[in-house]
C-alpha cells in the first residue's frame, strides 16, 4: 500500500519542485542589481580629528564625500577613544 501511494505522488512531486523553483529564478531574474554604495564614484574626501582615527569616503560629487567622511570621522574617532568633534576633512578630490 504504501509503495503504490509513494508511486503515484513521486510524478506530481518532481512537477510541484519544477514548477517552484523556475518561479524563483524567474522571478530573482529580473530584479536590478545595483552595485555597493561608493563603487563608480569619482570622488573622495578625507577627514582627521586631532586624536584618533579618521575617515574616507567615496561619493558622485566632492561635497558628499566630503559630509559622509566627516560622518565616518565622527563616528570612527569616537570609537577609537579620539575626539569626534575636532574633524575637518584634510583632502578632498575629483578622479
Known sequence: MIGTLQHRCSPW???TLAALSVTLTA?????KHY???GVGDSCYAKALP??????????????IARQKSLNNCIRYAGRSGGTPNTCQVVLAKCK
Open 27 to 31: 522571478g530573482c531574474s529580473s530584479r
Open 13 to 15: 512531486l518532481a512537477l
Open 50 to 63: 586631532t586624536v584618533g582615527e579618521g575617515g574616507l569616503a567615496w561619493g558622485s560629487s566632492l561635497s
Open 35 to 37: 552595485p555597493p554604495s
